[in-house]
């Protein structure tokens, strides 16, 4: 059962609406789904709020636990603790900040600004530096390992300096197309192509389950 806490619809730049990202998400064998959206302070609340009314009208639906969440996406570093409060404000369950990768224009310094704010995970950080792991180990703070291409061009340097210092990781899809949905499979040749050892993969996939656990009680607490 798969557990994938990034991924993107229509309310954002994904192709489906939450109703068939969350149909997909099940056929494909998920067991915990977090829709994070991209955000910033003009959307903040209207995509949290669109998200949880769906789940609030359709929770009986299918035996899948679904995270409404945000990504916050390139928002100005001296601004992510203030958007991050907000969303805890919010009570939004999972906040993710998209961070430096290296194929697109984030703003350098993201990655500090996130783990500072104490977010749940820091999505594909890119070409990361041990400082930063150090911090985010130390405040624990989740980095991504992503399947997706691209974002994934800093995996094996994070998995590396994770090791090194007890940083936890997860492995997310951040699946905007239907064909981006996690496998078992795609997981675990993530995972070995890293050159990721077994007790890595099992330290990641205890954090992702206890993740998870936390994930659920916020949102039954909704």
Do not use: W
Not at 28 to 36: A, F, S
Not at 46 to 59: D, Q, R
Not at 170 to 192: G, I, Q, W, Y
């Amino acid at each position: 059962m798969i557990i994938d806490f990034h991924t993107h619809t229509l309310l954002s730049d994904g192709a489906l609406s939450v109703a068939e990202h969350i149909r997909r998400a099940y056929v494909n064998g998920y067991k915990t789904l977090g829709i994070t959206d991209h955000v910033d302070f003009s959307n903040i609340e209207e995509v949290f709020t669109a998200v949880l009314k769906h789940i609030e009208n359709t929770k009986d639906s299918y035996p899948l636990n679904i995270i409404p969440g945000v990504e916050i996406t390139h928002v100005p570093t001296n601004k992510i603790e203030k958007i991050v409060q907000k969303a805890r404000d919010l009570k939004i369950p999972l906040v993710i900040v998209h961070g430096e990768s290296p194929v697109e224009p984030v703003e350098e310094g993201t990655n500090r600004a996130a783990i500072e704010s104490l977010v749940d995970i820091l999505a594909h950080p890119g070409i990361m530096n041990e400082e930063d792991i150090i911090l985010a180990s130390k405040l624990g703070v989740s980095l991504e390992i992503t399947a997706k291409r691209g974002h994934n061009l800093g995996n094996g340097l994070i998995a590396k300096l994770a090791k090194k210092h007890s940083a936890k990781l997860v492995l997310n899809s951040d699946c905007h197309r239907p064909e981006e949905f996690l496998s078992e499979k795609l997981r675990e040749t993530v995972m070995v192509g890293m050159g990721m050892e077994r007790e890595e993969i099992d330290k990641l996939e205890k954090n992702v389950v206890d993740l998870s656990n936390i994930l659920i009680e916020r949102v039954e607490k909704l």
